[in-house]
């Protein structure tokens, strides 16, 4: 169903969603309006980026148990990301938000952003920081040049998924922020 409908959050199973996914690209605005859904119907938030980096940006081992915990309550809003758990997050998930935004919109949004953290040394998660602004031509991993690279892939996947919902999955892709506004909005009419 096109998002352009902007049907209300209500015609999910006939009520609020209760268990929410934000899907995109880095830098789409996926923690961003999983935090404002959160506070919008009262539903725990939980940021997956947060439970993933240890310090030194090296993988926390329990991860995977953190994601199993969250998806095993019957409310919470989160982002459907890293490949290890989305199948789990998708399973349990009654409505799934794709942020499907151009490649120039998400670049300028990372790219801002990553310019932004590292120039006011911010905390990110577990004590880490953006690396060095230098990092983006030497390292290939890099989120600016991760970004770029998976674009493509990324949406390659929120279309299908748009095509060929999961059973018992709503699935609503948003092409642009205002699509997305005016959707957040008709949730609480707020």
């Not at 991860?63 to 349990?92: G, H, K, N």
């Not at 953006?130 to 990092?135: A, C, F, N, S």
């Not at 989120?143 to 690279?149: E, F, G, K």
């Not at 996947?157 to 922020?177: D, H, I, K, N, Y």
Request: net charge positive.
């Amino acid at each position: 169903m096109a998002a352009e409908e902007n049907e209300s959050a209500a015609s999910c199973k006939g009520a609020l969603p209760r268990r929410i996914l934000v899907a995109g690209s880095a830098g789409a605005g996926k923690s961003t309006l999983a935090r404002e859904l959160s506070e919008r119907l009262a539903l725990p938030y939980t940021e997956l980026d947060s439970l993933y980096h240890g310090p030194g940006w090296t993988p926390r081992d329990g991860f995977r148990r953190d994601v199993e915990r969250i998806v095993a309550t019957d409310a919470w809003v989160s982002e459907w990301q890293y490949t290890p758990v989305r199948p789990l997050l998708l399973e349990r998930a009654e409505l799934l938000i794709a942020l499907d935004y151009s490649r120039g919109r998400v670049m300028k949004r990372v790219v801002g952003r990553t310019v932004e953290r590292r120039l006011r040394r911010m905390e990110l998660w577990n004590g880490n920081q953006e690396p060095p602004l230098k990092t983006i031509v030497t390292d290939r991993e890099h989120i600016v040049r991760w970004a770029w690279n998976e674009f493509a892939h990324n949406r390659r996947r929120m279309r299908e998924l748009e095509q060929s919902p999961p059973p018992g999955v709503l699935v609503r892709r948003f092409a642009t922020p205002r699509q997305t506004e005016a959707w957040v909005t008709s949730l609480t009419g707020v």
